[in-house]
């Protein structure tokens, strides 16, 4: 079943759309109101809350990229054989 959905998900993640959404998402994220929110004075386990901001999108974003390219398939003319591949 694990394996089912995880097929399923990754299908979906292959999409145009997605690769597009999250890259608008990712650059909104980057801009003006969000940094305003994160530029506070205040602390969270003694780091300040922008760079945990950035730190944290910074590892979700890794996290994305994998899932999207792990969602992509080699087309079958892309593999070689062991028969063609060159000495």
Not at 6 to 16: Q, S
Not at 59 to 87: N, R, T
């Amino acid at each position: 079943m694990w394996h089912s959905t995880r097929h399923r998900i990754l299908r979906r993640l292959h999409l145009r759309e997605s690769w597009v959404i999250f890259f608008v998402l990712g650059n909104v994220m980057l801009n003006f109101p969000f940094l305003k929110i994160f530029n506070q004075p205040s602390t969270l386990f003694g780091f300040p809350l922008l760079y945990l901001y950035f730190t944290v999108g910074w590892a979700i974003s890794i996290g994305v990229i994998y899932l999207f390219a792990s969602s992509v398939e080699p087309e079958p003319g892309d593999q070689q054989s062991e028969e063609q591949a060159p000495p």
